[in-house]
């Protein structure tokens, strides 16, 4: 199992960013995936969903400037960041949802892509 996310960066306040991230093991198109993030000293939190059948959801914080995607042929889920505040800054990862992948009895993350927010 490997969960590569990419797409990272230095931005502006109200710059954009377009994270993807390739999953590989995981049964991909049978999956609802999922991006969450975790800042310095906070919990791991969730910020956008797509079901397996392509419909999404997004926190209320990320909601009319995140856009998340997918492409199975590509095994590959993307999250079109806009309009980025400071409170964006974290590394992002991506996972299955509701239920993360597992991988030697853990729960896998992958290594995660920083998004860093700053002027």
């Known amino acids: 199992v490997q969960l590569q996310a990419s797409g990272g960066g230095l931005v502006q306040p109200g710059g954009s960013l377009r994270l993807s991230c390739a999953a590989s093991?995981?049964?991909?198109?049978?999956?609802?995936m999922g991006w969450y993030r975790q800042a310095p000293e906070n919990e791991r939190e969730l910020v956008a969903v797509i079901s397996e059948f392509g419909f999404p959801t997004y926190a209320d914080s990320v909601k009319g400037r995140f856009t998340i995607s997918r492409d199975n042929t590509k095994n590959t889920v993307y999250l079109q960041m806009n309009s980025l505040k400071f409170e964006d800054t974290a590394v992002y990862y991506c996972?299955?949802?509701?239920?993360?992948?597992?991988?030697?009895?853990?729960?896998?993350w992958g290594q995660g892509t920083q998004v860093t927010v700053s002027s």
């Open positions: 093991g995981v049964r991909f198109s049978d999956n609802n």
């Open positions: 996972n299955t949802w509701p239920r993360t992948v597992r991988r030697g009895g853990a729960d896998y």
